[in-house]
């Protein structure tokens, strides 16, 4: 079984940090693109940030130099550094893996049980 499991969200005053971290364990046999989408009340889940298992990255223009996603594929971990924090980021914050739990199984998606984070103005 694969698990996902997020932490590091909570509250936080406007221009406030902080981090998020997801680590994946089980039956993982290789891990491509790791990312993290969120949520609002009432709102579509949007994609954050994501990121190659070579490293490249890509990131929402709302996020962009504000945002940074980084991860440890020694650790199957995949982070969120929040800084300069606003309102309008206030979500459930949900990282996922496209991941292939055996070396002949195809990749799929597995996603975390998301993560409060609310910023109070």
């Known amino acids: 079984q694969v698990q996902l499991v997020e932490s590091g969200g909570g509250l936080v005053q406007a221009g406030g940090s902080l981090r998020l971290s997801c680590a994946a364990s089980g039956n993982i046999f290789s891990i491509n693109a790791m990312g993290w989408y969120r949520q609002a009340p009432g709102k579509q889940r949007k994609l954050v940030a994501s990121i190659t298992s070579g490293g490249s990255t890509n990131y929402s223009d709302s996020v962009k130099g504000r945002f940074t996603i980084s991860r440890d594929n020694a650790k199957n971990t995949v982070y969120l550094q929040m800084n300069s924090l606003k309102p309008e980021d206030t979500a459930v914050y949900y990282c996922?893996?496209?991941?292939?739990?055996?070396?002949?199984?195809?990749?799929?998606?597995?996603w975390g049980q998301g993560t409060q984070v609310t910023v109070s103005s």
């Open positions: 996922t893996a496209d991941l292939a739990v055996t070396r002949v199984s195809p990749y799929y998606d597995y």
